[in-house]
């Protein structure tokens, strides 16, 4: 166990829906990093926030947002799904921004049908 | 950006032997990371290496910065270690891993 907690393990929906993927980090980590796992673009980074703002940016389509809290957890929010969307979602935490280990939760897997 | 090149892509052993997995990158790196993906699809850090070797029960792992690789050693596998060994880095400064596409393993009993 990571200690880092994702929920829903898995989350079947359709085109066109929205859905909230959220992230717990594990304790005393600043920093919450979203990854998208397909088949055809491998493991993506997506988004960083540390310690409530948002630090930086990958490939994240402007459908998808996310937010971390002042509790420090975080949600990325997915909105007018397309197929294409359908995914493995990863959460990872640090203690740092930078050159520091990142830990994973066990992941999000968004069916869209 | 840098590039991650993970070999062999795919890799079949038989319970008990050894292997070695390549990990290369394009530019220096300020942190790197080896994972296990299981077939449940959870990832698994097993080192963060961004140079020097480190150990741990019958896994290990070399990175040699200056020449930009790293090696992650498997010894006396289980089927257990099925699974996807993915090799991550990130550069000076940034703050994204970026993962190579990773070495499929099979030990079969």
């Known amino acids: 166990d990571s200690g880092v907690t994702q929920t829903p393990k898995h989350l079947i929906t359709a085109t066109g829906q929205r859905v909230t993927l959220r992230c717990s980090p594990r304790?005393?980590?600043?920093?919450v990093y979203w990854y998208q796992q397909s088949l055809d673009q491998g493991l993506q980074f997506l988004i960083q926030?540390?310690?409530?703002?948002?630090?930086a940016k990958g490939n994240i389509l402007e459908r998808f947002s996310a937010q971390q809290f002042p509790d420090l957890h975080s949600e990325l929010n997915l909105s007018s799904l397309e197929l294409g969307d359908s995914a493995l979602y990863f959460c990872?935490?640090?203690?740092?921004?930078?050159?520091?280990?990142?830990?994973f939760g066990q992941g999000t897997r968004l069916t869209v049908v | 950006g840098i590039q991650v090149e993970q070999s062999p892509p795919d890799l079949i052993l038989q319970e008990g032997a050894n292997s070695t997995l390549r990990c290369n990158f394009s530019?220096?790196?300020?942190?790197l990371q080896w994972f296990h993906q299981n077939p449940w699809g959870q990832l698994i850090n097993l080192f963060y290496?961004?140079?020097g070797t480190k150990q741990n029960g019958r896994l290990s792992a070399t990175t040699v910065a200056t020449e930009r690789y790293s090696l992650l050693y498997i010894s006396s596998s289980q089927t257990t270690d099925s699974g996807v060994y993915f090799c991550?880095?990130?550069?000076?400064?940034?703050?994204?891993?970026?993962f190579g596409k990773g070495t499929k393993l099979t030990v079969n009993p």
């Open positions: 990872a935490s640090s203690v740092m921004s930078v050159n520091t280990e990142a830990f």
């Open positions: 304790s005393g980590d600043l920093s």
């Open positions: 926030y540390y310690n409530g703002e948002e630090r």
């Open positions: 530019d220096s790196v300020n942190n």
């Open positions: 290496i961004p140079s």
């Open positions: 991550a880095v990130a550069q000076g400064g940034s703050e994204k891993l970026v």
